[in-house]
């Protein structure tokens, strides 16, 4: 006889909210705003990359990486046990 793993009753389940963002709507979204930020990007470049602030942003990104990702200094211990 061969076992069947169990089958759960759809009833039972809590229905999900659907998330706005894998909506239609929000794809669109996500679509138009990054096509309306590339073009500003292109018809701005001359000013963003002229920028002496430029050069610091690459330090800028790890910091702000390091800040966020890992939650400062307080955020490495742990990880091991």
Avoid at 14 to 36: E, H, K, N, Q
Wanted: glycine share 14%; net charge neutral; with cysteine.
């Amino acid at each position: 006889m061969t076992s069947h793993p169990e089958r759960r009753d759809p009833d039972q389940d809590p229905p999900r909210i659907p998330s706005f963002w894998r909506s239609r709507t929000g794809i669109y979204l996500i679509v138009a705003l990054s096509m309306g930020g590339l073009l500003l990007g292109y018809e701005h470049r001359v000013h963003i990359f002229a920028s002496d602030w430029v050069l610091w942003l690459p330090l800028l990104i790890c910091v702000g990486m390091h800040v966020f990702m890992h939650g400062g200094h307080g955020g490495h211990g742990g990880h091991g046990s």
